[in-house]
Nanobody
Framework: QVQLVESGGGLVQPGGSLRLSCVAS????????MYWYRQAPGKEREFIAL????????NYAEAVKGRFTISRDNAKNTVFLQMNSLKPEDTAVYYC????????WGQGTQVTVSS
């Protein structure tokens, strides 16, 4: 069955960096675009970034453009989210998702940006 497992979250000071990973299994990873979303307390889940199946095309939400970078390693069935210049408003649970065909979500990883 499809599984998505995120890791790499944690507590970081404003201005710091984190790199999230999401390991996929149960489907042909290289055939699917992959997404990162986040959900802050009391807010709806929101789109953060998208990467095409081959990795050649990306798209970002305005709130993270220029600070976050999505990438993937199809040989390792893994999608990454490099987050730089983190702000307190980036605090959220971050999820990776496969959205082509049936939609699947990982369990999420908590990112807290605080001094």
């Amino acid at each position: 069955q499809v599984q998505l497992v995120e890791s790499g979250g944690g507590l970081v000071q404003p201005g710091g960096s984190l790199r999230l990973s999401c390991v996929a299994s149960g489907f042909t990873f290289s055939n699917y675009p992959m997404y990162w979303y986040r959900q802050a307390p009391g807010k709806e889940r929101e789109f953060i970034a998208l990467i095409s199946s081959g990795g050649g095309a990306t798209n970002y939400a305005e709130a993270v453009k220029g600070r976050f970078t999505i990438s993937r390693d199809n040989a390792k069935n893994t999608v990454f989210l490099q987050m730089n210049s983190l702000k307190p408003e980036d605090t959220a649970v971050y999820y990776c998702s496969r959205r082509l065909g049936a939609v699947f979500w990982g369990q999420g990883t908590q990112v807290t940006v605080s001094s």
